[in-house]
């Protein structure tokens, strides 16, 4: 999220996200214990991304999923083109191949 807020103020003139959409499948059992979490970029589009995440817990995959972030002007209140620097450096993130959900 520094990506587009570096100094993570995340205000409405300052973070320029909204999550439009998320979906997880829980495939196993998790305790009140130590979660790891996992974070790619699965998909850069126009003007939205997607993330995909994972939990693990003691070596076992426990929830997948993923969320829908849009580039958003709360000003105008539109989704408006991310820009071609954030662009880059989301590819970064960029997950190699694509997860089934």
Not at 13 to 28: G, I, K
Not at 50 to 59: L, M
Request: include cysteine; hydrophobic fraction near 40%.
């Amino acid at each position: 999220m520094r990506i587009f807020d570096p100094q993570l103020k995340l205000t409405r003139e300052t973070f320029p996200l909204m999550m439009v959409h998320s979906e997880y499948d829980f495939t196993a059992q998790m305790f009140f214990k130590e979660v790891e979490i996992k974070t790619w970029i699965s998909k850069i589009g126009t003007k939205s991304f997607t993330i995909y995440h994972e939990a693990w817990q003691e070596g076992r995959l426990c929830v997948k999923g993923s969320a829908v972030v849009v580039h958003y002007d709360f000003g105008s209140g539109q989704s408006v083109p991310i820009p071609d620097d954030k662009k880059v450096l989301l590819a970064e993130h960029l997950l190699n191949e694509e997860p089934s959900i």
